[in-house]
């Protein structure tokens, strides 16, 4: 019989069950006291879900695909960072392989993302060369992944010269059909998106999700809300924004002005998405120029933007993980949780800290 151990609460199941303990034995949580449980390990603190970032990129560097050693330490840096459970938002790797491991967070792939040629960073993202071939790709991409689809909406339009800026990549009636592709295959659709003329047309063809939203204005937020699309804010990727545009403003001066005002409103829109009632996701961006483990970081972003810090832990635990369909703490559900010395909804640094991190059962 494999190590038993005892965890004393509080266990925060979700927004309203808090439980005093839990056990675990053979990779499951146990409500009720096991076999065993007089010799369990004991380990005290506040246990939550395993955490959820839902905009990662398992195999994926700043020049595209990584090694399978380098994939391993990206993921390795997730889990020791309390993330259990990662939405890959495309990856140029097949990494169906991370799946296998135990020792590697649960995985929800995306499979590639899909882009046109020069269109957006180079070696990231299966490239059309025909913008009718979309929704074929989408169903393929539906087939190959785990119930999603990323698509790339909008990037600068460099064949505009000194006037470039942010442009959408895909007709309005293409990306209808393309959602609905998806849909047929069984699989949600979210979208890269920065621009604002990229949004209306997302939305209206029926889109699931979003990431970034950056160019998101009143109506459009108000229209996500009432649809229910979700946004994945990445507030650690919008900081570079400042950066980017430096590095375009010799050539793209349009498109750095844009990028700036983004950059310096990237607080007020994300406290605009919450109190409009857009549902919030948690993601880091890790894996092209944002360091994996960095969940953390990112979920005190969002609350430094004024979400309220109980908000963000739930949507970066119980609810990120009802979103992806994945299981919570519950009776007989696989044992992946996180505990803390304090409690992490009213101080949200405490993230940064996890004192004991179990995936499937496993004391890491």
């Avoid at 069950?17 to 990779?27: I, K, N, P, T």
């Avoid at 393309?178 to 920065?194: D, K, L, Y």
Wanted: proline letters at 5%.
């Amino acid at each position: 019989m494999s190590q038993v151990l005892h965890l004393t609460g509080p266990v925060i199941a979700d927004g309203s069950e808090v439980l005093d303990e839990v056990w675990v034995l053979d990779g499951r949580l146990s409500t009720t006291p096991p076999a065993g449980a007089d010799a369990a390990r004991r380990i005290d603190g506040w246990v939550l879900p395993g955490l959820v970032d839902v905009h990662c990129h398992i195999g994926l560097g700043p020049d595209g695909a990584v090694t399978e050693r380098e994939a391993l330490e990206q993921g390795a840096a997730d889990r020791d960072a309390g993330t259990l459970l990662v939405r890959d938002a495309g990856s140029p790797m097949d990494n169906r392989w991370v799946k296998d491991r135990a020792d590697m967070p649960r995985l929800v792939r995306c499979a590639r993302h899909l882009a046109r040629p020069k269109r957006y960073l180079r070696h990231f993202a299966r490239e059309l060369d025909d913008v009718g071939d979309l929704p074929e790709a989408v169903a393929e991409e539906a087939r190959a992944g785990d119930g999603w689809v990323k698509l790339v909406a909008d990037w600068i339009d460099r064949s505009a010269g000194a006037e470039a800026d942010l442009a959408p990549l895909w007709p309005e009636e293409v990306l209808r059909e393309a959602v609905a592709a998806a849909h047929e295959n069984g699989a949600r659709v979210t979208a890269h998106t920065f621009s604002h003329e990229a949004v209306g047309p997302l939305l209206e063809a029926g889109i699931d999700a979003l990431e970034h939203g950056t160019g998101m204005d009143g109506d459009q937020i108000v229209e996500a809300a009432r649809r229910g699309v979700a946004v994945t804010p990445t507030l650690l990727q919008v900081a570079k924004f400042e950066q980017f545009a430096a590095q375009a403003e010799p050539k793209y001066p349009v498109y750095a002005a844009h990028m700036r005002r983004m950059h310096a409103r990237r607080h007020e829109h994300v406290a605009h998405l919450y109190e409009a009632g857009v549902p919030l996701l948690m993601g880091s961006d890790a894996g092209g120029y944002i360091e994996h483990g960095s969940l953390p970081a990112e979920l005190a972003e969002v609350a430094r933007a004024g979400v309220p810090t109980a908000a963000v832990v739930a949507a970066a635990s119980w609810e990120g993980r009802a979103y992806l369909r994945a299981d919570g703490i519950a009776d007989g559900a696989s044992a992946d949780v996180v505990v803390y010395e304090a409690d992490p909804r009213r101080d949200i640094t405490v993230l940064e800290r996890p004192s004991a991190v179990i995936l499937r059962g496993r004391l890491i």
